[in-house]
């Protein structure tokens, strides 16, 4: 017997059982538009717009005494801790500060002063590519002492695994394909090697279960500024386990990660733990622009959000495969929300057009060349409803071929 096709009726009725459905209501929204670019920046939260004029009356009244009298020294901190929970991490083991590009030159240096001995640096061929260039940047300077090792499957890293490997260098999930490794694995068969880890969570932070204590990870990194709500250019974060954070100087010193950061010693005497990586003078601004997340974050049960991310994946994919396969899509996210990170991705008919047509009917997504379309689901503001509405106007781009209208013709990513 076939299965009774998915309505409207089935969105309202999950949106109705959910019980973190009023959580949209502490975020903007933009009327009319489904914003499914969590991958790019995720929803603003209602509360950013005092925040950022406190900001401005404190750059006005208070000036230098902004560094005494409010918590901008403490934010990098108080952020960590606030995401903390939705990683997998303990309060103390992350801070917020600068891009995801650099912390992956911090980590990934970290990592090769710990395991000095060893000179090959594994990565994936499809990791990000900010992630990749870091890494290419430390062999290039290396004078040839260095090397640069690819894989492809998690199978493929596991069985890479050996003697000469200072750090395995990997993305949780493949920012195209949506397709999310078993870290515990990949770090359990690293670790059997002698080899350390540094995982890039940006694509799962805040949407799926991430849990870096639990896998053993020695570092992590990722960028705020998707499923985290930290704005536009947010900072991103780092993570290390003590062990690793104290076992050699940060490569990346500066004097906010002094252990005196006001005893403006000559010498270096790095912080202990992960506050060493804090190199340089926080940013205020971008840390005002995050701060709301204080108030949100730590009232959300992790579980409950990674639940709710899972009914609204299964539902889209179901959707989509019902509505829009006969038209030419074809889901290549993996159908295993275990194995899944934030976005789901499928293939298209003119996949580059077609975004641009959604664009004009309300759904704000992203292409991938050369054919694929990501929906970012962020479980904080998108509902089962919404889903339903995006893939009715992808059905309509598809089934009366709006995309192949001049106008669509030119791309953007």
Known sequence: ????????????????????????????????????????????????????????????????????????????????????????????????????????????????????????????????????????????????????????????????????????????????????????????????????????????????????????????????YKYLCTGPGGPAYIYARNEIADAVWPRLAGWMGHADVFGFTRDYVPHPGVKRFIAGTPAVAANELAKPILDIWPKIDPQKLWARHRSLTDFLIALLEQECGPLGVEVTSPRDHGRRGGNVSFRSPGAGSVVEALIDLGVVSSFRKPDAIRFGVSPLVISHADIHEAVMRLKRILSENIWLQPKYKKVSV
């Not at 995720?42 to 004029?53: D, F, L």
């Not at 952020?79 to 990683?87: N, R």
């Not at 083991?93 to 090959?120: E, M, P, W, Y």
Request: proline letters at 4%.
């Open 1 to 224: 017997m076939l299965a009774k096709p998915l309505t409207a009726k089935d969105a309202q009725a999950l949106d109705a059982a959910d019980p973190l459905a009023g959580i949209a209501g502490l975020f903007e929204a933009k009327p009319g538009v489904i914003f499914m670019d969590a991958n790019s920046i995720g929803p603003m939260p209602k509360t950013v717009r005092a925040s950022a004029e406190g900001l401005l009356d404190d750059w006005v009244n208070l000036r230098r005494r902004g560094w005494s009298s409010r918590d901008w020294l403490d934010m990098p901190s108080k952020l960590g801790d606030a995401i903390a929970p939705m990683i997998g991490a303990d309060p103390g083991s992350v801070v917020v500060c600068d891009s995801t590009t650099i912390n992956q030159f911090k980590a990934v240096s970290h990592c090769l002063g710990i395991n000095a001995a060893r000179s090959v640096i594994l990565s994936q061929n499809g990791n990000f590519p900010t992630d990749v260039h870091v890494i290419q940047a430390l062999v290039e300077a290396s004078a040839g002492r260095l090397s640069l090792r690819f894989i492809d499957t998690e199978d493929e890293a596991v069985a890479a695994m050996g003697d000469t490997i200072a750090v395995a260098a990997l993305s949780h999930v493949d920012y195209r394909s949506g397709e999310r490794w078993d870290m515990k694995r990949v770090t359990g068969a690293a670790h059997a090697k002698g080899v350390l880890t540094v995982w890039d969570t940006s694509h799962s932070a805040g949407a799926v279960p991430v849990d870096l204590k639990g896998s053993g990870t020695d570092m992590a990194i990722g960028c705020g």
